[in-house]
Each structure stands twice: as structure tokens, then as C-alpha cells.
């Protein structure tokens, strides 16, 4: 018997649905990327929506602390950063915790997975 090889493609809105999954598993952490606490590693604790993004890609969510290249699966990241971005209407000019991580931090759990999942579900339509 031979395997085939199966190529998936992942998307900004694929991302995002995923990342709110993530936060509806784990909870969402505020002022953050991930909230340290209760001994879970990091991709197991509640997290931002910048860490929920960084999770979904295979990253710790404190990634967003390195200096990386936009390349690769790190791309995807920030794409699926500035999909969310333009779907709330948020700033470019700002970094990412200044835009959208803050955005996080000042709305509640229910809001955050609404707005996430919109955003995605807006852009598979």
C-alpha cells in the first residue's frame, strides 16, 4: 500500500478560528501574551489573542518577544495579526501589543472569541 502526501494549506481565518478555539479552552489572559500561572506551560495556559495566534502557528505564545524575520510560518502569524487588525478597524501604525493586544486586554472573554470568530468567518465567506 502507498501513502499519499497531503498538503495543507493554513490561512489567516483558519488561524483565527483556531485561536479561538484556544481561548476557549484555556481562557483569556490580559495584559500578556500568556497569563504564568497555576505551573501550565505556556501553550497551555490562557492567553492573548497575539498568544492564541502564536499557538495556533506551533509557537510559544511569548514569541511575539523575539525579533524574528517575517518568513515562513512566522508570516502566517502576522498575517493572521493584520487580518484581525482590519477587521476591528485598528492601526497599522502601532505595534501589535499596541493595537490588537490591547484591544484584548480591554474586552471580555465573550467578545474576544465573537470578533475573532467573525473576522475569520467574514473572510471564508
Known amino acids: 500500500m502507498t501513502t499519499g502526501t497531503i498538503n495543507l494549506t493554513l490561512t489567516p481565518a483558519a488561524v483565527a478560528l483556531a485561536a479561538t478555539d484556544i481561548i476557549e479552552r484555556q481562557g483569556l489572559a490580559r495584559d500578556d501574551y500568556y497569563l504564568d500561572a497555576f505551573?501550565?506551560?505556556?501553550?497551555?495556559?490562557?492567553?492573548?489573542?497575539?498568544?492564541?495566534?502564536?499557538?495556533?502557528?506551533?509557537?510559544?505564545?511569548?514569541?511575539?518577544?523575539?525579533?524574528?524575520?517575517?518568513?515562513?510560518?512566522?508570516?502566517?502569524?502576522l498575517d493572521t495579526a493584520d487580518m484581525l487588525i482590519d477587521f476591528l478597524g485598528l492601526s497599522h501604525d502601532d505595534a501589535y501589543a499596541d493595537s490588537l493586544g490591547a484591544w484584548s486586554d480591554e474586552r471580555d472573554d465573550a467578545t474576544v472569541v465573537r470578533e475573532l470568530r467573525n473576522a475569520a468567518l467574514e473572510v471564508l465567506a
Open 39 to 77: 505551573g501550565l506551560p505556556p501553550r497551555e495556559a490562557p492567553v492573548d489573542v497575539l498568544g492564541a495566534v502564536a499557538v495556533a502557528c506551533g509557537f510559544d505564545p511569548h514569541a511575539w518577544e523575539d525579533d524574528r524575520d517575517a518568513t515562513g510560518h512566522w508570516r502566517l502569524v
